[in-house]
């Protein structure tokens, strides 16, 4: 069995995420040409949408790496209540920030396609209602965390604020599908893997930008954790530094 | 140019699908820059730590020496 604690070493994790964060950095760097222009120049108009659709390349991926991002969150900060992993808070408050991005990317662009093609910017409906309170729960998380003076304090607030919140992941994936809701947002088209309603010449720029988020997510999660814990260090050094010259003043 | 023109024009949604790339880019670029530059910073204050602290440990050195 993986024993998961030798890796929340934060030396162990810095050695091992050290090679990591370049080749991840450099796929993204790939990735994002290659999809911006499979997705601008390649994709071909939609029928219904015209060249709306466009939107979706940015607007898909986006939803897909915050629903990610949160579950990534919510796991994190359960392993760090439960199993005091030294290295799970850390990267839960690192992620989050990145979710909160793709979040509000997602309701950024999904508004922008809303109005060409459904005449309107927001409605209060099920889907999008729940990717606000999402949004919300990620800028909750962050000012909660840094909110106490005592930082295990915040991140066990935050953390339980992220696993409450969980509850929101299925409810955006499954609103348009399942709940019998009246919505304008369209039901799934990629994730019917055995039929998919979308045709290739889109679904491959799709692909490719949602590889792009995902190495962004990657990249930027393994950065902030890294700088998190050369942050920690600084902390611990200054407070060594601190505790020894009020040594120094009471010997004298 | 006018070819060029009528790609951005996008059939009238331009607006929309310009406006949408340029939000994403945006956010995406600034959180990056931003997380970028808070790496430096860091980096930059655990050298300086690093330096004070061998300083701190040479002029111990020297008073403890003969």
Redesign the interface.
């Known amino acids: 069995m993986i024993n998961l604690h030798r890796y929340a070493n934060p030396n162990q994790f810095m050695r091992l995420s050290s090679p990591l964060v370049p080749v991840a950095g450099l796929l993204t760097c790939l990735l994002f040409p290659i999809g911006l222009y499979l997705a601008l120049f390649v994709s071909p108009p939609d029928y219904e949408q015209r060249e709306t659709v466009r939107i979706m390349y940015v607007h898909v991926p986006a939803a897909w790496m915050a629903l990610l991002s949160y579950t990534l969150m919510a796991v994190f900060s359960a392993v760090a209540l439960i199993w005091r992993h030294p290295l799970a808070n850390v990267m839960a408050r690192s992620v989050a920030p990145i979710g909160a991005s793709f979040t509000l990317i997602c309701l950024i662009t999904g508004s922008l396609w809303g109005q060409p093609t459904w005449g309107t910017w927001w409605v209060w409906d099920a889907r999008l209602t729940s990717v606000l309170i999402l949004f919300f729960l990620f800028v909750g998380y962050l000012v909660l965390y840094g909110a106490f003076d005592d930082v295990a304090k915040g991140a066990r607030a935050a953390g339980l604020i992220a696993i409450v919140g969980f509850i929101f992941v299925p409810i955006i994936k499954f609103s348009v599908d399942l709940l019998d809701l009246r919505t304008l947002h369209q039901g799934a088209s990629v994730s019917k893997l055995s039929s998919p309603a979308i045709h290739e010449s889109m679904m491959w720029p799709l692909m490719v930008m949602a590889a792009a988020y995902l190495c962004y997510l990657i990249t930027f999660l393994l950065l902030g954790v890294r700088t998190e814990i050369m942050a920690a260090r600084v902390r611990a050094g200054q407070r060594m530094r601190a505790e020894k010259g009020i040594q120094r003043g009471n010997s004298e | 140019m006018e070819t060029l023109n009528e790609y951005l024009w996008?059939?009238g949604?331009?607006i929309?699908?310009w406006?949408?790339?340029s939000?994403?880019a945006i956010?995406?670029g600034g959180?990056?820059l931003a997380?970028?530059v808070?790496?430096r910073n860091?980096?930059k204050?655990?050298e300086l730590?690093g330096d004070?602290?061998s300083q701190?440990r040479k002029e111990a050195g020297a008073h403890d020496g003969p």
């Open positions: 996008m059939g949604d331009g929309f699908i406006s949408a790339y939000a994403a956010l995406l959180l990056a997380m970028l808070g790496k860091v980096e204050r655990l730590l004070k602290h701190t």
